[in-house]
Structures are given as C-alpha cells and as structure tokens.
C-alpha cells in the first residue's frame, strides 16, 4: 500500500533540493572520513601481517635491559657461553647469531646512513636471498638492502666508505657483493631492506665485540614447535636471572596490530566529528522543514492524522537526506579510500578483502542512522503542535 507520508516527505526535499543536498553533504563527508580511515587501518594491518608471516618460523633472541647501578657501566649482549646454552636448548633448529649496529657511510659522493649487520657468511642464505650478484665470497665485500641500493643508486661493484667522515682517519671500505630481495617488515630483527651486510670477521675486526652478539635468531624447522623451543631455551639460559628476551611473530604481531588499531580508532574519532557537524546540518534543516511547513501540519492534525504519522513524515524526510548523503558517500568512499590505501601503503592488494571493504557499508549505516536521529527532535516538535495555533501561523 502506498504511504502518503513517504510521499509527502519525498516532495519536500525535491522542493528544497539544492538545501536537501548541501545539508547531505555533510553526511558524505562522515561517510568518506570513517570509510576511508577505516579502510586504511585495515589494509595496514593485513599488510603487516603478511610480512611478518614470512619469518613466522623464527625467534628472536635479544639481551634483557643491562640494570646497572649509578656511575657503572657494561656491555650488552649475548655471550658465547649463552650462545652456546641456545644452541644446545634449540635442538635441530637453526642458530644465527648477529651483530647489529648503525653506521654512516659514504658510496661516491653521496652520504647515507643504515644498519650494519655482521654474521658468518654460511648463514646468510639461510634467511635472506639475494636478487643480484653474489654472496660474501671475500673479506670486504658486502650485501646491501634493495632500498638503500634504489635510493642511493648503489651497484654491484660499488665501494662504500664505512663509518664518519674524519680526514684522521682512514675509514674502511667494502665492495658490494650483492643486493639483497626486498623484504618488507619482518618479524625475525633483521631490517634488510635498509642494511649493510658483512662477514662476522669483517664486523668484529673494526666494530668490536668479538665473542658478544647483539641478537640470536634461531629459525625453526616447525612452525607449531616455536612455544617449546623458547620455553626450553627460557629454561636453560634464563634459570637463574633473566638475561635474554625471546620474542616470535606472534608477539611482534600482536604489539603492532594492538598498535595500529590504537591509531585506526583514534582517526576513526577525528572522521566522525565530520558527522557531528552533518547531524548539526540536519537537524538545521529539518528544523526550517518544520517551520516553513506549520500550516500543512495543522491541516493534517484537524483532519484527524495521527502524531504518529506526522512525526513518521518528517523521520522520513531525515532518512531520504541520509540515504542520500549515505550512497553518494559510500560511492566516494571506495574512489578515495583506494587511492588513499595506494598512496599511503604502496598496495591495494588488499582493499577488496571482507576486512577492509566492510566500511564502506558500515560507514553508510552510521550516516543514515546519524540523520535520523537529529531528526527525532524537529518529527516529535511537529507531531505536538496545537492544531489551531498551526492553522493561525502565517
């Protein structure tokens, strides 16, 4: 059966359209802010994911905080002795141990800066692969990161000065060898894509700490076996105080992802103060809807209508105008939300998932209950409108 009402309320924004439209506006606006935010969260979180789920079969193992009393100081790492406890507690599994530190470099002219990673050549290939050249095959030579070759245009051949420019001293060199796959995120401590590096011998011989490594990894053959590998290795090194760390993907994962979803819910708050200002707007305007229409609602009450279809006609008026808002934001929503996912995190792989397109729908939801509601108050006003002063209003 066909509602009067509903038509009623359908002519009435037709009449005020270009009002009805500035007013949906707003709406739009709520709905690409949320959406679009929404979105991006998402796709940086399975993104992350993904890239950690690449070293999901490695524990990282670094030193505990040094707690030192005042005026003492020491060094931090892991010893041979407990590099050996790690060995003996991790079984079949795999164990690298790495030296990490930072450094300045120079390749021609240009001056940059990165990680410098020192380990035993054999290991490398065992969780890093090179997309060019080769491996470590003399003392000098290097591996470098995709992002540092790309960004400072360093080849195969290249020669890089380690270490500050100081004209007293005589900086040391190293060839580059290799250039390394890119990696992305990872959860194993290792940032490839922005590293140097080198043989455990070259590292040692002008950084120091021979016999002290700054972390561990051991990179086990299954995947379901990781909590008994670190339980026993807490057990055999950490028995009478604790000196190491022992962290996986799944931990790494959950501190990025609670992260990540701190920062999505805060942008989330900041888009929905757009829909603060839309139901302001609304409700503006449904109010001038009530008022320029006093003697029409005074006719219908004579005439025996119902409040209840009087506040029915003006709650439609307010779902048109949000259903409006609604459509034409979810249709800028997926434009803008894919360029801004492309723009901000490089891959749009991702942005069609249930996960992350989800928004869209629930954006469009929050704006057309958001104008209903700023139009309760302006539907109940004109629905307990006394008849005759209605009909007397000029």
Same mark, same amino acid.
């Given at each position: ?111 940059? @800066?990165? *990680? ?7 290991? &490398? =290939?065992? #969780? ?6 080769? /491996? +470590? ?114 931990? @790494?994962? *959950? ?7 701190? &920062? =999505?819910? #805060? ?6 103060? /757009? +829909? ?119």
């Amino acid at each position: 059966m066909k509602d009067i009402f509903f038509d009623l309320s359908v002519r009435s924004v037709r009449l005020n359209f270009l009002r009805s439209l500035l007013a949906s506006i707003g709406i739009v606006i709520g709905v690409v802010a949320i959406s679009s935010m929404g979105m991006l969260g998402t796709n940086m979180q399975l993104q992350v994911k993904e890239q950690l789920s690449a070293s999901a079969n490695t524990i990282t193992i670094t030193p505990d905080a040094v707690r030192m009393s005042p005026g003492t100081t020491a060094s931090t790492g892991i010893d041979k002795t407990q590099l050996n406890e790690i060995k003996e507690a991790s079984g079949n599994n795999i164990v690298i141990p790495i030296h990490r530190s930072s450094t300045r470099f120079t390749v021609g002219s240009t001056n940059g @800066r990165g *990680s410098i990673y020192g380990m035993d050549p054999n290991d &490398i =290939t065992k #969780f890093l692969t090179i997309s060019e050249g080769d /491996s +470590l095959n003399g003392e000098s030579d290097a591996l470098i990161g995709s992002t540092l070759a790309t960004n400072l245009g360093i080849k195969i051949g290249s020669r890089l000065k380690i270490g500050e420019d100081n004209k007293s001293v005589t900086r040391p060199v190293v060839r580059v060898s290799g250039i390394l796959t890119a990696r992305g995120m990872t959860a194993d401590g290792v940032s490839a894509d922005n590293a140097i590096i080198v043989s455990d011998d070259w590292y040692t011989s002008h950084f120091g700490n021979q016999d002290l490594y700054d972390q561990v990894n051991v990179i086990v053959q299954n995947v379901d076996s990781i909590p008994d590998v670190e339980s026993a290795i807490d057990e055999k090194v950490n028995r009478r105080t604790q000196v190491i760390r022992i962290s996986d993907a799944s931990s @790494r994962l *959950s501190n990025i992802s609670s992260t990540l979803g701190t &920062i =999505t819910t #805060f942008i989330l708050a900041i888009g929905a103060i /757009s +829909l603060v200002v839309a139901a302001v707007s609304i409700f503006n305007v449904m109010m001038m809807s009530v008022n320029e229409r006093i003697q029409e609602i005074g006719i219908l009450l004579s005439i025996g209508t119902e409040k209840g279809e009087v506040r029915r006609m003006f709650l439609y008026e307010a779902f048109i105008l949000g259903i409006i808002g609604a459509v034409f934001g979810g249709i800028c929503s997926l434009v803008i939300g894919y360029s801004v996912v492309g723009a901000m995190i490089g891959s749009t792989a991702y942005f069609f998932l249930p996960e992350s397109i989800i928004y869209v729908p629930e954006g469009m939801l929050i704006g057309v209950i958001v104008c209903v509601i700023s139009g309760l108050y302006p539907a109940w006003r004109a629905s307990n409108m006394d008849p005759i002063d209605a009909l007397r209003a000029e």
